[in-house]
């Protein structure tokens, strides 16, 4: 069946993380058989891709990124046939499917890890293995190569004694860093991409891929840089470039999370005339709760700040010709609903999660750029809210837990911390319907169900008027149909002194004008005038008009000229 091909200025992304979406044979785990099984309900969202986060075999240190090998599907998500049939049963519905594609690191079980263990010269090139500072001599490890931290907690090498190396590793100690200055690992990792394209997906996420080209000489982070040192090395325009024609992807759509990363470097990664990608992942706008930048150091969010990165990056890549993907949640983040909507409410009927919901959801739906809706993002999913560090999976969540104890935490404030910070807040089972394990498994779900599945799932709001679900159709459909969301000029306007949480951007094209007003505020505020007088009102999240040059709490309207 040919490839979907659509217009990503226009398109919807809806990602999965199938070890939470749906698990179709009872095995706690979701499974690909289990997405088929639901496609009817995307086609009804009105999605155009689907994104799948990794169903390959791996270990599962790291949910899935860490891939023992590329080419399979591994058991527990079912068989290379379900893969295919979930493929052709998308196709039918025109859904495009878009895989995950890790190629910064591999699982230590990856067959060229263990053959680099096994002493294969060929493989050991494959990785970036060093000797130790001050070692004095084969056998001894001596110190790390440099200071540099991994994502996860703790330094970025470790000594292999049948390596006689340190090895990089910038994520968890069982993802080994390819070294991409090795032609064979480019050819390697563009076969990977090519075997899937030819087997009949229609695009692809590159995970953390501004990191395969790495600093041209290894010193000790003594700046203080962090990531940032690691990121948009000197070679990843032209690893990308050359991926991209060896694979045979260029103008499909592709997507590539960029960690720590800067404009002008987006600008060239999404550039059409480069022959990159078609869009970039960025994160800035999600560290606003940050202390002092430490994602483990809790804030309340900066909404100035949220602005102004959005200005910037919005209108940075609109004249640098770039494209963002635009989105709030991932299987890496805390839910947007909790993030952002106060405690107040969150997962009750009638509480303000539903308008916070609805208001996060215009403020990124009729940014410029392609949205990325999360699943479980158009029920309003919400952060469970875990008892005890136990009922966490996620190595990172397990790993700070420790670090926060051993830095003087308390155990009740450690685990406060990992509750609002943990990347298992985005990965708790979809939630279907009010029955137990919130119908996404028949067996025991390998993460805890939240509480807020009760009143928080799709029977609930599946077809029910002025629910998050049909507020989301109608945000895909409005996408569909507005020449002016999808190819308009943006540009941020001032909402005035009173409005200091609010965020508001015009769109326009031609004669046609959208204003689109959001307030992240918990409490009424007046606005500045926006020169919507005249302007009917197009979208909001309260059932009644909104009162003019005024926003109530967490209110998003929408006006057109
Ligand atoms: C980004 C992925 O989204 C995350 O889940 C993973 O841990 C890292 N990349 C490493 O692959």
Known sequence: MAAIEKDFRRSVV??????????????????LP???????????????????????????????????????????????????????????????????????????????????????????AYYILRDGRGSS????????????????GGSAWKWEPRLGKWYLHLHDVSQPDLDWTNPEVREACADVVRFWKERGVDGFRFDVVNLISKPEVFEDDLSGQGRSLFADGPHVHEYLRELVARAGIDG???????????LENCVRYTRPEDHELS?????????????????????EPDIG????????????????GGWNALFWDNHDQPRAVTRFGGRAGVGERGGSWERVGKMLAVCDFLMKGTPYVYQGDELGMVNPG??????????????????????GKGPAEALHVVNERSRDNGRTPMQWSSAPAAGFTSGEPWIGIPASARLVNAEAEVGVEGSMFEFYRSLVKLRHASDVIATGEVRFLDAGEEAPKVIAYERTLGDERLVVACSFADAPCRLADLGVEKYEVVLGNYDDAPAPGALRPYEAVVWRS
Request: glycine share 10%; aromatic share 14%.
């Open 14 to 31: 809806y990602q999965i993380y199938v070890k939470s979406f749906c698990d179709s044979d009872g095995d706690g785990v979701g499974d």
């Open 34 to 124: 289990g997405i088929t099984g639901k496609l009817d309900y995307l086609a009804r969202l009105g999605v155009d891709y689907l994104w799948l986060t990794p169903f390959y075999p791996s270990p599962q240190r790291d949910g899935g990124y860490d891939i023992s090998d590329y080419r399979a599907v591994d058991p527990v998500y079912g068989t290379m046939d379900d893969f295919d049939e979930l493929v052709a049963q998308a196709h039918k519905r025109e859904i495009g499917i878009m895989l995950d594609m890790v190629l910064c690191h591999t699982s230590c079980d990856h067959e060229w890890f263990q053959r680099a263990l096994a002493g294969d010269e060929r493989y050991r």
């Open 137 to 152: 001599g084969p056998g001894d490890p001596g110190q790390p190569p440099t200071n540099w931290d991994c994502a996860f």
């Open 252 to 262: 499909m759509m592709t997507v590539g999370e960029m960690a720590s990363t800067t």
């Open 279 to 299: 869009m970039s992942f960025s994160f800035h706008h999600l560290k606003v709760d940050y202390a002092a930048g430490k994602k483990w150091e809790l804030a």
């Open 305 to 320: 700040q949220l602005r102004s990165i959005f200005r910037t990056w919005q209108e940075g890549m609109q004249a640098g």
């Open 386 to 407: 875990y008892d005890s560090i136990e009922q966490f999976r996620d190595v990172e969540s397990r790993n700070y837990y420790q670090i926060m104890l051993e830095m």
